[in-house]
């Protein structure tokens, strides 16, 4: 087992990959298909070419405020690509690479950066929950979610995704104590990307590691190079496979960086130094994937350039469905959370539709 030999309350990071693509954990290193690791590196570079494209469309004013991604891939793609079809997944804000490779389709992500309540209309066929944007308030959800399995005798396994700062939050302690007690088949993934928009990591907590609180609840955790899709991968399926056995939770903390702002109405610079995003811009997770997969002949410049020339017709083909998507309407505000209407909701709605006219 992977977590038993790395020790959260010593610092001890897992890794396949070091900084040079090098696999230096051979022991734990996944026997994956060319096809396989194929297909990760394709949806590493879909997700860059989509976050780049929000971000453009952001800057012309056709999509609201967005989260980017970048640095964020193999956090993001390593940890969905363990996961089978029956498992599900909590979101939070920025896990567009996760998305991706569990399999929403990309209109339904720009419609709900654009706006769209619909975009979060998660095909039937897809078991992903919503994007949740106050900060850790899935993870109690998740862990009910994985209290009803358990009752149920449902085999699947749950896999939340927040960030360092939501580890501040009483929610997110709140959730594990009780996954811990219940044995829940969650799996927790704290994407420690050192920042909750300017608020530090040293300032969320005084523990060592983050991976290290899950043993005040009774379960495992452990820290993992989250720039390393291998490692990202392994232990995931590792806590993945637990958790469907009945083994109870496990807390990942993937040890990242989050290269671009907070979302597009942060400015980063004001709060950390050009040294630093330049260190880590050095340790961008496409490129140390890139390096393994040409050591193994599996990369050439044909294949960056076709999976480049593959991601842009994608990812313009769904700017162009979601753009196409008729505005919704004012009154569609009240239609998605209650499935019956309070009074007081109900005489608001009335009230915006006379407002609104015979519209
Ligand atoms: C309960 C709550 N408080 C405050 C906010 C405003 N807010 C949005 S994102 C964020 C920081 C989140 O940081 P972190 O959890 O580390 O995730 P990251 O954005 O770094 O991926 C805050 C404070 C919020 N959305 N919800």
Redesign the pocket.
């Known amino acids: 087992m992977i977590v038993e030999k790395f020790n959260p309350l010593k610092g001890e990071m897992f890794q396949i990959l070091s900084e040079e693509g090098k696999v230096v954990s051979k022991e734990f290193a996944p026997k994956l298909k060319e096809k396989d690791l194929k297909s990760m590196y394709y949806n590493m570079i879909l997700t860059r070419v989509a976050d780049e494209k929000s971000l453009k469309l952001q800057r012309q004013g056709r999509m609201g405020t967005f989260?980017p991604n970048i640095g964020h891939e193999a956090t993001q793609v390593g940890s969905a690509f363990a996961m089978d079809e029956k498992d599900w997944m909590f979101p939070?804000?920025?896990d567009l690479g996760a998305f991706i490779t569990k399999g929403l389709p990309l209109k339904n992500y720009f419609l709900y950066w654009m706006g769209y309540e619909e975009g979060m209309r998660i095909p039937e066929n897809l078991r992903i929950f919503t994007v949740n944007?106050?900060?850790?308030?899935h993870l109690p959800h998740s862990v009910g979610f994985g209290m009803a399995a358990n009752i149920r005798k449902e085999k699947f396994a749950i896999v939340s995704y927040?960030?360092?700062?939501?580890t501040s939050?009483g929610d997110f302690h709140e959730a594990l104590n009780f996954a811990g007690i219940f044995k829940t088949p969650n799996v927790f993934i704290c994407?420690n990307?050192q920042?909750?928009?300017s608020v530090p990591r040293s300032r969320q907590t005084a523990s060592k590691t983050l991976a290290q609180k899950a043993l005040s609840y009774g379960f495992e955790g452990i820290q993992v190079d989250g720039n390393d899709i291998l490692a990202m991968y392994a232990v995931t399926r590792e806590a993945l496979s637990k958790a469907r056995k009945g083994n109870g939770p496990t807390l990942i903390e993937a040890y990242t960086y989050?290269l671009s702002d907070?979302t597009t109405s942060d400015d980063a610079r004001r709060y950390r130094s050009e040294e630093e995003v330049k260190y880590w811009m050095e340790r961008d997770p496409i490129k140390r994937f890139k390096i393994f997969l040409a050591d193994r002949g599996i990369w050439s410049e044909e294949l960056e350039e076709e999976f480049i020339s593959k991601a842009s017709e994608e990812v313009a083909k769904a700017v162009e469905e979601a753009e196409a998507t008729p505005p919704p309407k004012p009154d569609e505000v009240f239609v998605y959370t209650y499935s019956e209407l309070t009074p007081h909701l109900e005489e608001q709605l009335r009230e915006l539709r006379e407002i609104l006219g015979g519209e």
């Open positions: 989260a939070y804000f920025r944007i106050p900060v850790a308030s927040f960030g360092d700062g939501a939050e994407v990307n920042y909750a928009i989050r907070h």
